[in-house]
């Protein structure tokens, strides 16, 4: 390919690129470069605008015959070609040949309470009226069968599941699909709101992203900020952004899965997964990306992340959908912002724990909105969010917050622009976890004065009043328990101290999101107020898991010195409260008849083990 091709392939990918960048990108002097922009031009091949200090360049037909002459003779790359969806989609291809090391039965046949993964895309697919339904089947396919014997799907075994990748499973259906139509992994367990996005978006080409998190069988996703795929891989250290993992829910046109196909005919490596050759194609056809960043999924590869499901994942599927709320939370926005229901283009769930949380986009603006759940107006002091969430974004730390009713706790704000809520697997990046102890500090060091105290014994007392009320059950051995963190306390208050700073109060993951510009924002301060800043220390440690390593990091960057002994039993104590305060807040919303699995119960032993072991070494 001479240069000349080469500028014409730079300037179709990228119309404002500038003549430095393509210089370099071709190897050529800026001169140079420009006297050829000046002469294709003149042929006729592109046509190049001034607007300000810049150009634009955009190819002429002329200039894109000569290019796709030229490409389709190498059949290095090929041009994007961007097209529009097609809404009579009704087929899907569900691969479940693969054997999971850990299972007898097919991971798409594993009970997950009154359902399977297989039944619960069954399920969603109808609701879609997606009539037309392939089953790849390999491992266990007359077990599959016989599961599905009265289900309305059509069966293709690939034989050699034990040999190959989901490529080769993928190909059965060639010559079958005369359409668009959906990819979704057989093992796979995932709110409805992903194929409420994927069927809802415009793009032909489309595949689910999440947060990522760090799973250990993730395959990692890089886009660009028109959220363009740009790489696939299972090697971390491929990766340039990092942006997501892919979730295993794909949407894809007849164009593309014929290319797909058009690709495999020569491949030799039979262990090939379809995402590679996706990615692939999507040299010839954009692919968007789209994430989903509060969204509850699994995909059962192991045993470890089958218990998960059962204890987390599912309890936390069902709990956001059944909370949905999302007519209500329609009807808010067009009384708080003052617009008709035309002028909300989007709306869908979003998560939360203690509340339900919807994203939506009004008049070509992102919101998220925030409807409280049970309970709140009993554990959180809505005046005091009010004011505490303005001061954080006048410090410059919390995005900005469009509306918040003190009285209802009803919250809308605007999103950040290209935003990726960072899950525990993201925080604990070397970038992040740094940028998190700068901004922690800032808040903990300012001059804010938070009108309210949050208060571990009061917050602890306020949940326990709750589960008392509700005559709820707590966890084995409580009162003993109990007695042993007053004993810890009193060892905080007359040994290590306690101080009283402005705090945030609630570190989980999914209250720091971070913008397309790397810039990293604290959210949701419900919980804020003035309190011990080792207690947003240790939330951070506990919430993300931080190994003792990252911990030392954290701590480090923190305090510019390398954390003390005194410094680590502190957080230690303030890790045992926490676990001992969120796991009671569990029995209190449970009382309520929500589910959360495992959740409290886990941090409720969490905690009993490291409490003990820092009274065995306050000891000795």
């Known amino acids: 390919m001479d240069k000349i091709d080469e500028i014409l392939l730079e300037l179709n990918n990228n119309k404002q690129v500038t003549q430095r960048q393509i210089a370099n990108k071709i190897g050529l002097s800026v001169g140079t470069t420009n006297a050829l922009l000046r002469h294709l031009e003149t042929k006729n091949l592109i046509i190049i605008s001034k607007r300000g200090r810049s150009f634009t360049y955009q190819l002429t037909q002329l200039g894109r015959q000569r290019l796709n002459v030229t490409l389709m003779a190498y059949r290095k790359i090929r041009l994007k070609t961007e097209q529009q969806a097609n809404h009579r989609l009704n087929t899907a291809i569900i691969l479940a040949a693969g054997k999971a090391k850990d299972f007898e039965l097919p991971a798409c046949l594993l009970p997950i309470d009154n359902t399977t993964p297989i039944d619960r895309t069954l399920t969603l697919l109808n609701s ?5 339904v392939y089953v790849i089947v390999g491992y266990g396919a007359n077990q599959v069968k016989a599961h599905l014997a009265n289900r309305n799907v059509i069966f293709l075994e690939n034989m050699a599941y034990a040999t190959t990748g989901t490529m080769r499973s993928l190909a059965l259906v060639r010559g079958q699909i005369n359409g668009d139509c959906l990819i979704i992994e057989g093992d796979l367990l995932y709110e409805s709101m992903l194929l409420d996005q994927i069927m809802d978006n415009k793009a032909a080409n489309s595949i689910i992203t999440a947060s990522i998190s760090g799973s250990g069988d993730e395959a990692f996703v890089d886009f660009d900020q028109q959220n363009n795929l740009v790489r696939i891989s299972k090697d971390i250290r491929q990766m340039n952004r990092l942006s997501a993992e892919m979730v295993g829910i794909s949407r894809v046109s007849h164009t593309l899965l014929n290319e797909m196909f058009y690709l495999y005919q020569d491949n030799q490596n039979e262990w090939l997964n379809y995402e590679y050759l996706l990615l692939e194609a999507s040299q010839s056809y954009e692919v968007k990306c789209l994430l989903s960043s509060n969204t509850a999924w699994a995909d059962l590869d192991n045993e470890k992340q089958y218990r998960r499901a059962q204890d987390y994942i599912y309890p936390l599927i069902r709990r956001n959908e059944n909370d949905n709320q999302i ?22 769930f979003a998560g939360g724990m203690t509340n339900t949380n919807y994203e939506a986009i009004v008049d070509g603006q992102d919101y998220f909105i925030r409807i409280p759940g049970k309970w709140t107006e009993v554990m959180i002091d809505r005046q005091s969010e009010a004011l505490n969430a303005q001061l954080g974004s006048i410090l410059g730390l919390n995005v900005e917050t469009k509306y918040i009713n003190p009285q209802t706790g009803i919250k809308i704000a605007k999103s950040v622009p290209g935003a990726v809520t960072l899950s525990p697997r993201t925080v604990r990046f070397s970038d992040n976890l740094r940028q998190i102890a700068q901004m922690l500090h800032k808040l903990h060091f300012s001059e804010l004065e938070f009108p309210n105290q949050f208060d571990f014994i009061s917050e602890w007392h306020k949940y326990e009043q709750i589960v008392n009320k509700e005559g709820a059950d707590y966890y084995p051995d409580y009162e003993n328990v109990r007695q042993q963190v007053f004993q810890l306390y009193h060892l905080l208050e007359h040994k290590y101290g306690l101080t009283s700073q402005p705090c945030h109060n609630d570190l989980v ?22 309190n011990d800043p080792f207690w947003d220390l240790a939330a951070l440690c506990n919430e993300s898991q931080l190994t003792t390593n990252e911990t030392q990091q954290f701590l480090s960057d923190y305090f510019t010195h390398r954390p003390s002994t005194a410094e680590l039993t502190k957080l230690n104590i303030f890790k045992v409260f926490q676990d001992m305060l969120w796991s009671t807040w569990t029995i209190a919303k449970e009382a309520s008849g929500e589910n959360f699995g495992r959740y409290g119960r886990d941090r409720y032993d969490r905690g009993v083990k490291l409490m003990q072991e820092v009274l065995l070494n306050e000891a000795k």
């Open 509 to 530: 993951a999914e209250n720091f999101v971070k913008s397309d510009q790397g810039r990293l924002f604290l959210i949701d301060w419900e919980y804020s107020g003035m």
């Open 128 to 132: 879609f009226k997606i009539e037309n």
């Open 327 to 348: 007519d209500y939370a329609k009807q808010q926005i067009q009384t708080i912002l003052n617009v008709q229901a035309s002028a909300i283009s989007d709306i869908h």
